[in-house]
């Protein structure tokens, strides 16, 4: 009514009015207008008196309160958010119910979310149905096989209606036998041919292993692992200048001929000592195509004329248990220790002498190097508010065999998930972040797909992607949950193995599980990255934090990885008949993951997992504090970078608590610092042509803390002053360029020294 009086007042300037409606008592139910004192009409003379009647009075001031209601029911009723607005431009948009009502869908209930993922996520019917499909036949990379099951994986991506779908093809120079002269081993006197020596199934070689000819002695290194050169390092046995013959397992291919190579061997013969069955692996040591190290094979036209330094500079063949039997009957020397023995093998030495005097092992590799197209497939869905953030989840596709355990469990899992997110958006949830979905080509010759794929996107993945979680050989067993990842995934992979059940035991989750079984779940699950994987790419060029769970055997590996025995069978064996529901734990840890790192405002990254890894560095370089004394050098300045960065992980702590957690713009100016961390520890000091692993603390190389350890562990004799100075400057500013970018802006660093 207040408003009301003022409308009359300024309607009826010749006099003031009181407006007032009784309640209190029965009789003043109608209003009244009271007239004011009379003016002095005598001050002003040409103002008149203005009389209106009652009933006209009560007309006007009704039809005024009918317009004011009126007006105001129609304001609401008509009130509506607008269609055409940009769901990413919250912060346009100061109307509250519209915030509420465009964010409702991501807004999910953790609870609600996990049941809908329970709701869509298989049995394992359409798990088996899938691994079956894709290991029922070998499929190598160029194959028809592969070629068919590209296609096969881009149509299901585009059944689920995923909101992009795309291949990307590439091409890289891979290696293959030489059918007109295959590979050979002799038994050889004065380069003369004595025996022959089967290596087995010409199909079966080592891609990337140098090429030649080459004759010495032989010795037994068992599984080529460093400490095994020490142990015989320790006995005054010399490794140079003869092969080295080693049995399969513990470690990659590669290294076992790059640690060869290092201890000076001219060859390495790889035999499998559980079966007489071939076994296939390349030995560059690293990933991508060695022919265009630090950049992509999209032209395959213009390979540069220099190679990857992971090549291997020596020969290297696998060759059959029974060819590996004849051989090592014939060493002398020391008696192998009962450790280094093989089962059902008999005594026999060292070497590298053989039993007939002069005789020694020549070995020719003729392998050549071949163009192929390779076929990346691509599924998408795209986030609400980060659209322009992904998490990226890839499955190899290629198997040299049936590959049930290297492709076939990973492709499935890929599958089963991009229908069950689908599924879920399409009923409801809308992630934050977008998920993308990726079959990659060439993972049997070092996950080339996957890395030529990064290398064509290094200058701007960083940017773009938040995390990477690898599907290769997720399966290897139901025995122990391994989780190879970034340190900062370790509080992410807690949360999630609390709601998995472990398949071995229902009822009880994996981390329990675990748990019961030393006590300490972290020493048996966390695992540091494998440097043949292409998550330790993603995060060790590129700054991508990456992960990838698999669930593997203690007391009896699965050894037929990479043979054509990986058949689905043979895997189903080795899980007591459980591969499905194994597959589908393992599915159900990594949709979890997914969504927590798709779906939650703040990535749940912990960028403080590196205050505690870069002190335990600093007391191991502390150790040699003495020999840095000796040459007027001091740490101080690291320890001083290593305060800095965790000041700076305490005030990005401190201040994402105190933010507002519906400020869409100030999430993602915190979610950008966050998914940052591991691309603030690669060294800007280096070419990523000549060294890919650019991470200071992952990677490998001379800027490496790693190879700084090395260096000062060296006598005093054999240390290079010049070059210490330079690790330890490269190392130190590299963790104060973290330090400084996860601060923020400029006007927030506080330099401490």
């Known amino acids: ?75 609401v009723s008509t009130r509506r958010p607008c269609v055409a607005c940009d769901v990413n431009s919250v912060e346009i948009v100061s109307d509250e119910s519209y915030e509420q009502e465009a964010s409702e869908p ?82 050889v006197n004065d380069s003369k041919i004595v025996e022959r020596i089967p290596v087995g199934d010409p199909d079966v070689y080592c891609p990337y292993s140098a090429t030649g000819k080459v004759e010495g002695g032989l010795m037994y290194v068992n599984y080529g692992r460093q400490e095994d050169f020490q142990e015989l390092k320790s006995w005054n046995i010399q490794v140079a200048g003869s092969l080295v013959i080693v049995r399969t397992g513990l470690i990659s291919f590669a290294e076992k001929v790059h640690n060869a190579e290092g201890a000076g061997a001219r060859g390495v013969l790889i035999f499998p000592d559980f079966a007489e069955v071939p076994v296939y692996g390349h030995v560059h040591f690293g990933t991508g195509d060695p022919s265009t190290p630090g950049f992509p094979s999209f032209n395959h036209t213009q390979f540069p004329p220099f190679k990857s330094s992971g090549l291997p500079k020596i020969l290297a063949q696998p060759i ?126 070092g996950s080339i797909g996957a890395t030529e794929w990064l290398e064509g996107y290094l200058s701007m993945l960083h940017l773009k992607a938040a995390a990477y979680i ?44 675990m748990s019961q079984r030393s006590g300490n779940w972290r020493a048996d699950v966390i695992a540091p990255l494998k440097k043949d994987s292409s998550a330790f790419a993603f995060t060790a060029s590129a700054g991508v934090p990456a992960l990838e769970f698999s669930y593997v055997e203690n007391s009896q590996p699965y050894r037929f990885l990479d043979t054509q025995q990986d058949t689905y069978q043979k895997l189903n064996e080795v899980v007591n008949g ?34 505690d890894i870069l002190l335990k560095h600093m007391m191991n370089l502390q150790t040699h504090h003495h020999k840095l004394k000796l040459r007027g050098l001091s740490l101080d300045w690291l320890f001083s970078a290593r305060g800095d960065y965790t000041r700076a992980t305490q005030r990005l702590k401190q201040a994402i608590a105190q933010s507002d957690r519906h400020n869409e713009k100030v999430i993602q100016f915190f979610n950008v610092r966050i998914m940052r961390v591991e691309f603030y520890f690669l060294s800007q000091y280096v070419s990523a042509i000549i060294s890919p692993y650019r991470h200071v603390l ?56």
């Open 320 to 445: 059959s248990l029974s060819s590996a039997k004849t051989l090592l009957g014939k060493l002398l020397g020391r008696s192998i220790p009962e450790k280094w023995k093989v089962p059902d093998f008999l005594s026999h030495g060292v070497g590298p002498a053989l039993s007939s005097e002069g005789h020694k092992v020549q070995l020719e590799v003729t392998n050549g190097a071949v163009s192929m197209e390779l076929h990346n497939v691509f599924g998408s869905i795209t986030g609400r508010f980060e659209p322009e953030h992904y998490i990226l989840i890839g499955a190899q596709r290629d198997s040299w065999g049936p590959g049930a355990a290297k492709s076939g469990v990973g492709t499935a899992i890929l599958l089963e998930l991009a229908r069950t997110m689908s599924m879920m958006v399409h009923n409801g949830f809308q992630p934050r972040r977008s998920i993308l979905f990726v079959s990659w080509d060439g993972g049997d010759f």
């Open 106 to 187: 991501i807004r999910m209930d953790w609870s609600e979310l996990k049941d809908l993922f329970t709701k869509y996520l298989t049995d394992g019917s359409k798990m088996e149905e899938n691994i079956r499909r894709v290991s029922r036949a070998p499929h190598p990379v160029g194959s028809a096989e592969n070629s068919g099951l590209a296609d096969l994986v881009l149509q299901t991506f585009k059944l689920y209606n995923m909101d992009h779908t795309w291949a990307e093809n590439l091409f890289a120079e891979l290696q293959f036998p030489n059918r007109s002269h295959p590979n050979s081993l002799y038994i």
């Open 1 to 75: 009514m207040e408003s009301v009086r003022r409308i009359l007042h300024a309607a009826m300037p010749s006099q003031s009015y009181s407006i007032y409606r009784g309640v209190e008592e029965e009789d003043e139910a109608e209003l009244h207008i009271e007239e004011a004192p009379r003016v002095d009409q005598s001050s002003h003379p040409k103002c008149s008196r203005f009389q209106i009647s009652p009933q006209y009075q009560k007309l006007i001031i009704a039809v005024i309160v009918a317009a004011f209601v009126a007006f105001i029911l129609g304001y």
């Open 578 to 611: 459980r591969l499905p529901s194994v597959a589908v734990c393992v599915a159900q840890v990594v949709g979890l993951s997914l969504m927590k790192l798709s779906h939650e405002h703040i990535l749940p990254l912990d960028y403080t997992a590196y205050n």
């Open 698 to 753: 992952l990677g490998r190389g001379d800027h490496t803390l790693d190879t700084l350890m090395e260096h000062l562990s060296r006598e005093q004799g054999a240390i290079d002053d010049s070059e210490l100075r330079k690790q330890i400057a490269l190392f130190t500013w590299t963790v104060e360029g973290a330090a400084n970018a996860l601060s923020g802006e400029v006007w927030e660093v506080q330099r401490s020294f």
């Open 470 to 513: 690898s599907l290769d050989t997720p399966v290897l067993g139901d025995e122990n949950f391994i989780a190879r990842t970034s340190p900062l995934f370790t509080n992410l992979i807690e949360n999630v193995i609390k709601q998995v059940d472990n398949p071995r035991r229902s009822q009880q989750s994996i981390y329990d599980y």
